[in-house]
């Protein structure tokens, strides 16, 4: 008897590493939490609508989510939000969002074969643009005060004096 629970458990254990070692189990793994989420929702209270906002956010991660190669998170994202598996066009996101299309197929590089880099990342990239722009902005504004707080204290003490400009008529 305590050679085949040896045996059972010896199999056990490697059905586990062969179906975790190809993904398998992960697989499983999450289909079952997905399952389980929907099978526990409470289908007396349902959930409200989804919101436009919630909506493009929950389309801009999976997308995200999918790019990195995370299926398991985004099924369990859609079964939970209740998305479909149907996924919005890539520009009809841009436009909601504001990018530009143009950027949009520069980023996807013409004549790649690739998957193009999820908006999420472009949106991200322009709130970092935006920040270094902002900090730029505001390195100006303190040298401007700076300048401005020289000017002042040179013009209290006379040590800058300005000569007035006159501006002569041109001869006509």
């Not at 793994?29 to 436009?52: G, Y």
């Not at 919630?54 to 995200?64: G, K």
Request: glycine share 4%.
């Amino acid at each position: 008897m305590a050679a085949s629970e040896a045996t059972d458990e010896n199999l056990k254990s490697a059905l586990e590493a062969a179906l975790t070692t190809n993904g398998v189990m992960d697989s499983v793994k999450a289909r079952l939490r997905a399952e389980s989420f929907l099978a526990l929702n409470d289908k007396a209270n349902p959930r409200p609508p989804v919101c436009r906002e919630n909506f493009i956010l929950n389309e801009l991660i999976s997308e995200y989510l999918e790019f990195n190669c995370y299926d398991h998170t985004a099924s369990v994202l859609r079964a939970e939000s209740g998305q479909t598996n149907e996924r919005i066009h890539r520009s009809v996101l841009c436009r909601d969002i504001g990018y530009p299309e143009a950027a949009l197929a520069a980023s996807a590089g013409e004549g790649r074969s690739r998957v193009p880099v999820p908006l999420l990342y472009s949106v991200l990239a322009a709130l970092f643009r935006g920040k270094e722009e902002q900090k730029r902005e505001e390195e100006r504004y303190q040298e401007s005060l700076r300048l401005s707080e020289d000017v002042e204290a040179k013009t209290a003490t006379g040590a800058c004096h300005y000569e007035p400009i006159v501006f002569s008529k041109p001869n006509t």
